[in-house]
């Protein structure tokens, strides 16, 4: 962002005051008596832009230039920042990141859950602010004078993507196989898909990394066909990078433009990597789902059994399982785990990682969380305490009635949305529930992501 001027002639140029920092991670000022999301700035700022969308109640602008800084404004270590969609409070101090994302969880309770009144712990903040995923997803695309592309989606643009030389987030290794397998693509003239008229082969390159084994895996996302010159690209770059431990061809042939195939071929390697988790391990398949975070989700998951107070005689349900991670690691401090998860490649895999890890007390359900519940005198009538970990869309309203219903003693609930969990809290106190405690913890240093965990009692 440029420096601070007052020479700006433009007569559609506003000027404003920034006050807060909305849910999304918008900044948050006042034009004329409106409310203006502006795409940046930062609170106690003043700063000038254009208005860019005009809604009834509220409008969106683009900051310009910041005419007055705040000193909690620091200079982004990312040589991209300035043009990519990342992580956009890299330039906001990261004790006043933390600040800001408690906030959030406060303002959903008390404007959202009308809950005003439950005090919010101190936010959990990240040992690791940079370098900490351990899941990338690159873009191709061909873009015009640039020609061919690999990298993020520039700031406000889908289908603009730019050239990442150096990222921060996941590590030093995935940097060079992203710019190594860029030059190659080029190189050797591999057609990228257009997304536009759905023409072209390769579309994403996904790099998964174990944090704690270091095993490295590149998921090839391809339309269907071959991938041309495979044994070139898995001699050179097994090579350059030893870590590479295994690679797939994921085979999406949907227009969709998603990093994810219908199908995948095994193209060097085991087809999975492994990653641990305190004293677990875990494989993780191309398209499992897996904390993104490792460091952080284990801070999440300890949080999560204090919260459970769990017991040897439990039976604990993990709700929304995933790959079983949550339940598994919990296995050694309850009796027995019932884990319900809706995507069939996901309970695959928590039943392989509940064999890997020797636990027999432990099982799963491929099913919805809403339908396993509503059934009368069904398998989860007789646990004892549960953990629910939902999508951002927070829990389904027959998931919600159910659980207020079974009335579980000891119900944890994790969230990546405050303002889901604020209007699911609400209904669970207002069916009997009292919640003990609410810790913020953040698994997305940079952005404005947030999860928490809250303990409900009955
Ligand atoms: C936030 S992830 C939970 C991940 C897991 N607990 C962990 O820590 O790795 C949410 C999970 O809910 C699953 N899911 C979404 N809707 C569901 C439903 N109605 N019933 C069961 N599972 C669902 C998704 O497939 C996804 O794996």
Known sequence: MSEPSRNYTNPRQIEAEITDLAFDGKAVGQVGGKITFFDSGLPGETVSGEITRKKARYNYARVLQVLVKSPDRISAPCPH???????????????????????????????????????VDEIIGANEQFFYRNKMEFSMNSEGATGFVLGLHRRGHFDRIFNVEHCLLQSEISNQIANWFRRFVDDKKIPVY????????IRFLVIREGKHTNQVMLNLVTAEG????????????????????????????????????????????????EEKLLDYTFRIYPNSFFQTNTFQAERLYGLIYDFLEPRKDDLL?????????????ASGLVGSVIGVELEPSAIRAARENAALNNIN??????????????????????????????????????????????????????????????????????AGYAITKITPVDMFPHTMHIELVAALKR
């Not at 995933?322 to 339940?327: D, R």
């Open 81 to 119: 920042f300035d043009i990519c969609g990342g992580c956009t409070w890299q330039d906001l101090n990261y004790e006043r990141q933390l600040f800001y994302k408690r906030k959030q969880v406060i303002d959903c309770l008390k404007h959202i859950g009308h809950l005003g009144d439950i005090p």
């Open 361 to 430: 007390n432990i099982a799963f359900h491929i099913d919805s969380v809403q339908d396993i519940l509503m059934q009368k005198n069904g398998v989860l009538n007789d646990a004892t305490c549960v953990v629910i970990d939902p999508p951002r869309a927070g829990l389904h309203p027959k998931a919600l009635k159910r659980l207020a219903e079974l009335a579980y003693s000891r119900l944890v609930y994790v969230s990546c949305n405050p303002a889901t969990f604020a209007r699911d809290a609400a209904y669970l106190v207002g």
């Open 317 to 329: 349900l993990d709700l929304y399982c995933g790959a079983g991670t949550i339940g598994i690691c």
């Open 226 to 273: 071959e991938m041309p010159f495979k044994d070139e690209l898995i001699n050179k770059i097994t090579a350059l990078v030893p870590s590479v431990t295994t690679i797939v061809q994921n085979i999406n042939a949907a227009k969709a433009n998603i990093a994810r195939g219908d199908y995948e071929r095994i193209l060097y390697g085991p087809g999975y990597i």
């Open 194 to 201: 257009d997304i536009i008229d759905h023409s072209g082969f």
